[in-house]
């Protein structure tokens, strides 16, 4: 099938000579040049407007960001897969078909605390984990 | 410490588009962080005036106090001392709590659940009563430090120049025809005309009440003048469930994840 990929781009390139004749030199699988790449996205969520502002004091919102972009094989600079998915992917030549997918996931988390009530009226402040989403990158 | 601000805590990021959810997206948001908070369901607390009591704004100080610090650690901003605490907590919470503060994965406050103000009898001590529901804790969580906090307000004028010897009992055992058997915890001498807040370590108390919840019977405060004369809660300037809402009395637990893991059988 890589085969016929590279006849579908031929024939892509026909379509569009000028791009072609600007020589795109190596041809980036990863393809992330058209598509947007995986990348962290902005996201703030506000408690305020979840409708949530009854039960959480404190903070009125924060900004979590999430993870969202295209990765394929073989990975680009945003190269972090395991080494068992590399295997996993040369062990499939042979069936392209059944390689494991990229997925655009978190990379890197942060903590944030969150002051609460709970059912009882009691307050509880807790710091979590991974709340908030710092890098993204192809799993 | 009695207006209550939330400036400057996550309020709109600047730079953030800020857009209306759809239904369904608000539905997911809220199930996607209620599964990150760990919540079965979103909590609803019966808020009279609950957010301005005393034990909300307690924690409401903690909280700032960790946040800012959470912040510098995230902007990689100078790392302070840790004996110093960033930011001087107003007087609610001293630097011991905050010292507890930096160890724990998470702090919990505990409404009062009674009071009883029992009257004045030759054979009965005038005490005061306070009882607190620890049954609602998460699994796994251990207390490395408890308090009960107790606000005392400036007397008058009967006993300005005497001192007060302060006791906090925990209630061992209830007896249904006789005074309760009583474990003492602290007693402590006071000035009649003090003011502020006091604290009371109840570590063990706590512990043992989460432990074992059929002990949990509770804590009593007695109070002696230097004369020996047992008087009233409320004529020593203590501050109960009638008085002002940042002063009502509280308790605050702190926790660690517990490292012990008990091995299943095999």
Known sequence: SAGGKRRHQNRNRSTQPQEASRGSGQTDYNSSNQKTACKRHELYVSFRELGWQDWIIAPEGYAANYCDGECSFPLNGHMNATNHAIVQTLVHLMNPENVPKPCCAPTKLHAISVLFFDDNSNVILKKYKNMVVRACGCH | ?266
């Open chain 2, 1 to 266: 410490g009695s207006h209550y601000s939330l400036e400057g805590i996550g309020e709109g990021q600047p730079g953030f588009v800020h857009r209306r959810l759809r239904t369904h997206e608000k539905r997911e948001m809220q199930k996607e962080i209620l599964s990150v908070l760990g919540l079965p369901h979103r909590p609803r607390p019966h808020l009279s005036h609950g957010k301005y009591n005393s034990a909300p704004l307690f924690m409401l100080d903690l909280y700032k106090t960790l946040s800012s610090e959470e912040k510098s650690q995230v902007e990689g901003a100078l790392e302070r001392p840790q004996s110093v605490p960033a930011t001087r907590s107003p007087p609610l919470a001293t630097y011991q709590e905050t010292a507890f503060l930096n160890d724990a994965d998470m702090v919990m406050s505990f409404v009062n659940l009674v009071e009883y103000d029992r009257e004045l009898s030759p054979q009965r001590r005038h005490h005061k009563e306070f009882k607190f529901n620890l049954s609602q804790i998460p699994e796994g969580e251990a207390i490395t430090a408890a308090e009960f906090r107790l606000y005392k307000e400036c007397v008058s004028q009967a006993f300005r120049n005497d001192t007060f010897m302060l006791k906090v009992y925990q209630v061992v055992k209830e007896q249904p025809d006789r005074e309760a058997d009583l474990f003492l915890l602290e007693s402590r001498r006071l000035w009649a005309s003090e003011e502020g807040w006091l604290e009371f370590d109840i570590t063990a108390t706590s512990n043992l009440w989460v432990m074992s919840p059929v002990h949990n019977l509770g804590l009593q405060v007695s109070v002696e003048t230097s004369s020996g004369q047992t008087i009233s809660c409320k004529d020593a300037g203590l501050v109960g469930r009638d008085g002002a809402l940042e002063k009502q009395p509280f308790m605050v637990a702190f926790f660690k994840v517990s490292e012990v893991h008990i091995r299943s059988v095999r």
